[in-house]
């Protein structure tokens, strides 16, 4: 039975969703609510789950923690959990010097701004402020994280309070431009880059998600895109901020993104899959560059005004320990890039469906795009929201939907097994296929 609800749900058109289904345990990789169903947790619980729900490995190292400190500020102290994990961190993080602790994505991505527009402001370079992007590029939700990942639909209505920034196309392949194939349009894409960071010393910085753009659709970046990006940063001595949010812990296959992508930033983001999904933590590492910049006296004023009251808590950081010592001990990485291979025994199948124009897929990660007809690639657009028409029909299937725009996204708990994953693609194309008549 659904519940009326008191909150105020993120990114929901509240008089579609007058009432919710309530979760009341979880178990691997099932959410079960208070009428006993079982949910396969599709989008793992918002990108973020590692191993399945109620781990017993995260859920004592949480408890045994809370029996120690629960929290204690990093203002003037710290604590041996943090600690642990920012060695940990640094160690898996080729060129990443120092780290910085906050809550969520979203403030992580704040930071790595403030981070870098303040270390040129350090060094002297006062002109440089700008900051480019790519195109559709989705880096949270507060007001920074808005700027820098500019999606018009939905921060529209703040375009004015939003700093400006330079925007660069992003190589779609599903969606080029006439007159250019897929090769051409990536070189017409590093062209505008290059053109915009020759003519503009202003710019301090360039922000992108690393491997793929996530919540802009699933545009997995083509090899070597990535990583001229980061030259040309290098040419024209600008920084290179990437945000592995949602990329980095092997959710596109590598434990750290940039070293596949050969692109080694000046700063880089991690949340979402950093404590397992267990509990809320992000944080922004630098190089030593960068931090060395913000030394100073006291009086120079150059220290980084930022901070949370929760940055560094060591509950988090216990999860975020234990989970880091799980991926080594059961090889995740490797163990996704064999699972991850089951995906691709979809594909045919998948595509054969009516209302699917196109599939993108990386590590643990897909992104099935619908539309109403194949051959002009134009999306469905049903009366109600894509995204309720797909959690409902996903329930009569026993998993948990959540689609963005006219895509739905596939990105389970990391460690799930082979059947797992079988059972997972059979339900959603039964899921696609029952939901036609709804969307078309
Ligand atoms: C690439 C990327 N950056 C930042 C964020 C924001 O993270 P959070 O939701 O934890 O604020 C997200 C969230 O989906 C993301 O996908």
């Given at each position: 039975m659904k519940k009326k609800s008191f909150v105020w749900h993120p990114?929901?058109?509240?008089?579609?969703?007058?009432?919710?289904?309530?979760?009341?345990?979880s178990k691997g990789m099932y959410l079960i609510d208070s009428d006993g169903n079982n949910y396969f947790d599709a989008v793992g619980s918002m990108w973020c789950n590692v191993w399945g729900h109620s781990k017993p490995e995260l859920t004592n190292a949480i408890s045994r923690q809370c029996k120690k400190l629960q929290h204690s500020s990093m203002f003037n102290l710290t604590n041996e959990p943090a600690e642990r994990l920012a060695k940990s961190l640094i160690k898996?993080?080729?060129?990443?010097?120092?780290?910085?602790?906050?809550?969520?994505?979203?403030?992580?991505?704040?930071?790595?701004?403030?981070?870098?527009?303040?270390?040129?402001n350090n060094i002297g370079e006062t002109k440089k402020t700008k900051i480019a992007t790519l195109e559709n590029g989705y880096h949270g939700?507060?007001?920074?994280?808005?700027?820098?990942?500019?999606?018009?639909?939905?921060?529209?209505?703040?375009?004015?309070?939003?700093?400006?920034?330079?925007?660069?196309?992003?190589?779609?392949?599903?969606?080029?431009?006439?007159?250019?194939?897929?090769?051409?349009?990536?070189?017409?894409?590093?062209?505008?880059?290059?053109?915009?960071?020759?003519?503009?010393?202003?710019i301090a910085s360039f922000v992108m998600e690393s491997g793929a753009q996530v919540a802009g659709g699933v545009i997995i970046f083509p090899k070597g895109f990535q990583t001229k990006i980061s030259k040309l940063c290098k040419k024209y001595n600008i920084l290179?901020?990437?945000?592995?949010?949602?990329?980095?812990?092997?959710?596109?296959g590598s434990m750290?993104?940039?070293t596949e992508q050969k692109s080694i930033p000046d700063i880089v983001s991690f949340g979402k899959m950093l404590t397992g999904g267990y509990l809320t933590m992000a944080a922004t590492l630098a190089n030593k560059k960068i931090y060395d910049s913000f030394l100073g006296q006291f009086n120079d004023w150059k220290h980084l005004f930022h901070g949370?009251?929760?940055?560094?808590?060591?509950?988090?950081?216990?999860v975020a320990n234990e989970n880091l010592k799980l991926y080594k001990k059961n090889n995740l990485i490797k163990k996704i890039q064999k699972t991850s291979k089951i995906f691709e025994e979809y594909y045919?199948?998948?595509?054969?469906?009516?209302?699917?124009?196109?599939?993108r897929h990386k590590g643990m990660l897909m992104g099935i795009e619908l539309v109403k007809d194949k051959k002009n690639k134009t999306p469905i657009n049903p009366k109600k929201s894509i995204n309720k028409i797909f959690?409902?029909?996903?329930?009569?299937?026993?998993?948990?939907?959540?689609?963005?725009?006219?895509?739905?996204?596939?990105?389970?708990?990391?460690?799930?097994?082979?059947?797992?994953?079988?059972?997972l693609l059979n339900r959603t194309m039964d899921t696609i296929k029952s939901a036609e008549n709804k969307t078309t």
């Open positions: 990114n929901t058109q509240m008089k579609e969703w007058d009432s919710f289904n309530e979760i009341v345990k898996i993080s080729p060129g990443m010097h120092k780290v910085f602790y906050s809550d969520n994505g979203s403030s992580a991505m704040e930071i790595a701004i403030k981070m870098a527009l303040q270390y040129w939700d507060t007001f920074g994280a808005m700027a820098v990942g500019y999606v018009p639909e939905f921060f529209g209505k703040f375009k004015k309070q939003l700093f400006p920034t330079i925007q660069i196309p992003v190589p779609n392949k599903y969606r080029i431009p006439k007159g250019y194939d897929y090769l051409d349009y990536q070189n017409y894409c590093l062209d505008k880059v290059e053109k915009k960071f020759s003519n503009d010393d202003k290179l901020v990437l945000d592995e949010i949602a990329t980095g812990f092997g959710r596109l750290v993104q940039y949370h009251t929760y940055t560094g808590n060591p509950i988090s950081a216990a045919d199948k998948i595509l054969e469906i009516k209302t699917v124009g196109d599939i959690f409902e029909e996903g329930r009569k299937h026993g998993i948990y939907l959540r689609t963005l725009g006219n895509i739905i996204m596939l990105v389970p708990p990391l460690a799930i097994s082979e059947e797992e994953l079988d059972f």
